[in-house]
Each structure stands twice: as structure tokens, then as C-alpha cells.
């Protein structure tokens, strides 16, 4: 039965982009603005659902998922036909009647495997971006988040063409089974085992992926950062969301000095974020199942860290306490997978370069954060480390800038999306050149054809050797006219050779 109701939503995708529906601009901005509309009236369901699946907070869940897809779906309206534009390539006088250019199509019909954690901003903003970029589109919301996903697949058909956006609902079996059918594109969000399953799935059609996964991202502070904000930003980062963000904070890399002064701020500031039982405040989120909260306890349970503060957990309400574990081994159970919660291991080390080859000596991380007011102590870091990205002095806030790209590399996922990197993630750029009939055109490079002569490879040689010489950024008319008059000597020199 899923395999004929897959079979038919795909079909009826291919059908409305075959047709050319989503070519038209304004098509496009149609859509996008539905998905505002969809926010705008719509807010209060989203709420709900996130707080009947994670019990999110109303601040996280209308900042971090309503008001940053508004955000992104504004930028790609303000945006769109700079973006569809295309890019017109300057005038070379070697081949100066040519007009060469890069033109962004649309990859066809596009998969979107959303997560659970941000289960409408990591649906809908990939989404968007498939939106503007021309494709047709089949949504599949994370199964994890189960309200969520049931409260897109309900709203969202009333918001956007049926016949090009489809809002798929599925369990993990008929979620692998829709993974065997052919996609133009797949992006996806979630673990890496998840990312390794989507990879092997689009490897029989050589289908483009994006896979924005996670990882353990550290965090160096040194003696020189400001101790009081940074422990309150570290800190913010980790717990929101219960640490269930893929760019959290995984880890802190410091000195014996730093931890001190660290845990000692550290305690403080969560009394007065969450009170003497952090378990009553309405500001905490909970573990979205049993399944990882049992991964979650399973870590405290094994770990031959110190519990400094937290540790505590309810298995009925899916609870961790915000926690920070010190005198933690490179091999204690809290280091080896992307922890996903709210236990925040610190390890100490003598040095930048040591926490630099730490770091090194594990896979790539979605972010990395350092705290240091040495410029030279930053620039280390950024010249000898690779991530996903990174944000000196905070955490998590490089997401939130439009400009910057969002995805990650090596282990922390492939491509990237947000803002302009949105549109060009699910566009392919596809390379013209549009070449002129005249005879003086074809007397240029009439010398390619055989019978083949000393005399036609030298200048071929010459001017493929020196091509760059001759490209022009002046403007338009004024290239034009250069080009021309260089023509007419080209003209002429070739009718001698051929002499």
C-alpha cells in the first residue's frame, strides 16, 4: 500500500514539473509567501505541537523555529530574481561574438528528510529553498517528532500546489522504501548513521544529496576570555533545546585554572536560569524519546567522569538535568558519540596547540567554538582546524546569519543551505555559450579543422596559452567595441596563415 501511494505523490510531482509550473518567478514567490501566511496563522498549532513533542518553551520554539523561517523565507522573496538571474561571464577577445553565461535550473523533484529537534525549521527551510529555486518537492517530516509532523502534513497542503508539494507522513520502514525511488536531489537532515543510510540509497542513481548531520563540537576557552559571558553564552548554547541542537556545545577543551573559575560562574548561573529544581522550569525542554533518553543515562551511568552539578534523571517525564562532568578521559563513555543532551564534559589541557591536536585526532565537528581575546590564539585555530563553521566568542549564533553558509564537512555532513546558499544548493548551474554564424567567426577558429598544419597548432597554442590576456571588464559597449576591432586583426591574421 505504501509502495502504490509513494508511486502515485511522486508521479503526480513529476507531472507538475515536467509541465513547467514552477518555472515563473512568480509562481515561486507565490509559494514562499503562503509559507509566511502558513506562520502567521498557523503560529499557535506549531507551538503546540512543539511543546506536546519536546514540551519547547515559547520563546525557543517562536525564535528559534517560527521567527528564523520567517526570516529565511523573507530573504529568498527580497532576493529571488537576483538570485534566478543567472551570471553573465565578461567578453573575451579571442572569441570576442561569443556570449557565455551560467544559468540556474532547477534540479526536478526533490526529497527532504527533516529532523525531529527543530522539526519545522529543519523541514520547512530546506522546503523554501527547493521552493525557489524552481523544484517540485516530496516532505518528509522526521517520524521522531510525531506532532509535528502530523500538524505540516495537515496545514501545509492548505498553504502550498498540491500538485508540486507533497508532505509525506512515514515510520522508518516505509521511510527506507521511499528512499528506493529516483529523486533529482535529497536533502537531509539527521545522525550519521542516517547520513551513510541516504548516501547508499542515492548511490544506484547517482542522485546529488546534502546531508546536514552533527557531531561533537568543541569548545577552547583560554585565560583571556571574558569568564562571565562566556560561561553564561557556553551554557545557553548547551541547554537550549536540552542540548538537543547539532550545534551545541559538546564538549569545553580548557585549562585546570579555566575549569575552576568555569564551574564556579557555571553553578551560579544555572540556580538563577532554572532555580533549585531545574526540573520545574517551564524553560527546559525534554528528551524527545525514550530511546534517547535511555542513551543519554546509559553516558552518565558509564562515565568515570565527576558529576559537578546535574546528573539526575526521570525516565517517566524523559528528563536529564542540565549537567557538567569534569576529570573526563579522551576515552570516557561521554567522548564517544555527539551527546545530543544537556551533560557537558569538560577536558583539560595545557595549551592551544594541545587542544588544536585534540581536536585534529577526531572527526570534523558541524562547529567549533573559541573564547580568547589572542587574535593570534583565533587565527591558529581557524588556519589548522576544519569544521562545519565557527564563531569566536559565542555559540551557535553563526547559523543565524543569513549571509553564512549552514551545512558541515567530512563526518558533519556535505553541502550547505541558508539564505543565498539555499537557492544554490538545489539549483545546477549549467554552463552556455552562444556562438555566431559570421564569417568572420568561423574564420577565427577555422584553423581547428583538419587536414592539421604546423602553422594552425602554433597559434592555437598561442592563444589557448594566453587566453586570460585578453579578457575584458570594461563595460559593455566599450568591450564590444575592442573586441570587434581585435576581430578584424584575428580575421586577418587567419587569412594569411591560410594562405
Known sequence: ??????????????????????????????????????????????????????RKSKMEATLFEIEVMRSDFNHLIRNLKSYAKGDKLPTNLMSFEDSA?????????????????????????????????????????????????????????????????HVYEAELEDTKLLLTNHFDYIFATGSIGMGKSVLAAAAPNLTPVTLELGGKSPTYIDETSDLEITVKRVLWGKFTNL????????????????????????????????????????DLARIVNDRNFNRLKSILDKTKGRVVFGGETDQKERWVSPTVLVDVLTDDAAMEEEIFGPILPILTVNSPDEAIEFILSRPKPLALYIFSKQEKVVQTFLDRTSSGGVCVNDVIWQAANEGLPFGGVGGSGMGSYHGSFSFDTFSHK?????????????????????????????????????LHRFQLTYGQVVSHIMAVGVGVVIFYLMQTLTL
Open 430 to 466: 549549467k554552463a552556455v555559450l552562444h556562438r555566431g554564424f559570421s564569417k568572420m567567426s568561423e574564420n577565427m577558429s577555422s584553423g581547428r579543422y583538419p587536414p592539421y598544419t604546423d602553422k594552425n597548432l602554433s597559434f592555437f597554442r598561442t592563444v589557448m596559452r594566453n
Open 101 to 165: 553565461s551560467i544559468k540556474r535550473d532547477p534540479y526536478g523533484l526533490v526529497l527532504v528528510l527533516g529532523a525531529w529537534n527543530y522539526a519545522f525549521s529543519l523541514s520547512l527551510q530546506p522546503l523554501a529553498g527547493a521552493i525557489a529555486a524552481g523544484n517540485c518537492v516530496i516532505l518528509k517530516p522526521s517520524e521522531c517528532s510525531p506532532k509535528s509532523a502530523a500538524t505540516m502534513a495537515r496545514l501545509i497542503p492548505k498553504y502550498l500546489d498540491n500538485e508540486c508539494y
Open 243 to 282: 542540548g538537543q541542537t547539532c550545534i551545541a556545545p559538546d564538549y569545553i577543551l580548557c585549562s585546570k585554572k579555566v575549569e575552576k573559575e568555569f564551574l564556579k560562574a557555571a553553578s551560579k548561573v544555572v540556580t538563577e536560569w532554572y532555580g533549585d529544581n531545574s526540573r520545574k522550569s517551564p
Open 1 to 54: 500500500m505504501a509502495a502504490v501511494q509513494q508511486q502515485q505523490m511522486i508521479s503526480r510531482a513529476r507531472a507538475a514539473f515536467k509541465s513547467g509550473k514552477t518555472l515563473p518567478l512568480s509562481f515561486r514567490i507565490k509559494q514562499l509567501k503562503n509559507m509566511i501566511r502558513f506562520l502567521d496563522e498557523c503560529g499557535d498549532e506549531i507551538l503546540d505541537s512543539l511543546r506536546q513533542d519536546l
